[in-house]
């Protein structure tokens, strides 16, 4: 895992008006790592994503995703990295199918490439008796997979998942979790954020936000000896309350 690091920021701030959102973050994340986003709500890790993934501009700081600069190059980051959101990325009123080949040609895939990645997906997930089902009649689990996958279509350097098993039941969530690592073990980066502390655990590094700044960054192992804590729970909770 000792490659370069995909994901490089110093000091990156943003304000609303007099309110500082994200206050001088700093942290690298290096190719092919899980790396665990977390905070509670308001402590300022989505409007951290929302940077990174080039949709908000800093304030100040810098920030290099995917080897391009968040202020002058957005564009370029959109198209070199995945993303799923908390809420469902996908459109209910397509098929599985439909789905798969809108955006595979919003990610700019030919149709030839897009018609193979559809076959190997649709038969990785097991999705082959529903893949001319409407997505909206899929089980919850079911579509926050089928959205990972779609957010690695067009082979992404890095992937960023916003709580992507939010309200999913524990067996799906395990199922999630082996994809992503499956992912990570293909080379690509995986940054995500989650409410639940489990998951944390899950993660080769994680950060902790509170009021806009990062206070805690290393392995959930080291994490836990350094606050003395046997779970990331509690780890969280020490920060948390200060």
């Known amino acids: ?19 500082t959102a994200v206050n001088a973050i700093t942290f690298n994340v290096e190719k092919g790592e899980i790396f665990g986003f977390l905070g509670a709500n308001g402590a300022g890790k989505t409007t951290a994503m ?5 949709i908000s501009k800093p304030t100040s700081g810098k920030a290099n995703v995917a080897g391009f600069d968040v202020f002058t190059n957005a564009e370029n980051i959109k198209k070199n990295i995945g993303y799923m959101s908390q809420k469902f990325a996908l459109y209910d009123d397509l098929t599985v199918k439909e789905n798969i080949t809108f955006f595979g ?11 193979e990645k559809a076959s190997i997906l649709i038969e990785e997930l097991g999705l082959e008796e529903v893949a001319n089902k409407l997505v909206g009649a899929l089980p919850l689990g079911w579509k926050q997979k089928l959205s990972f996958s779609v ?10 998942l916003d709580e992507p098993t939010g309200g999913v039941d524990p067996i799906t969530r395990r199922q999630f979790w082996e ?17 639940y502390m489990d998951e944390a655990e899950y993660c080769d590094r994680v ?3 509170v009021n806009g ?24 909770l020490k920060l948390a309350r200060g």
């Not at 929302?50 to 080039?54: D, R, V």
């Not at 700044?213 to 969280?236: C, G, R, S, Y």
């Open 50 to 54: 929302k940077m990174l993934i080039g």
């Open 1 to 19: 895992m000792k490659n370069s690091n995909v994901i490089q920021v110093d000091q990156l701030t943003k304000m609303f008006g007099d309110f």
């Open 179 to 195: 994809m992503i690592y499956k992912a990570a073990n293909q080379g690509t980066t995986v940054f995500v954020t989650t409410h």
């Open 151 to 160: 957010a690695l279509l067009h082979d992404p350097k890095i992937v960023f």
């Open 105 to 115: 040609g919003i990610y700019g895939l030919t149709r030839k490439r897009i018609k």
């Open 207 to 209: 950060s902790i936000m």
């Open 213 to 236: 700044k990062i206070e805690a960054l290393d392995t959930p192992k080291k994490l836990k000896e350094q606050f003395n804590v046997d779970n990331m729970n509690d780890v969280f």
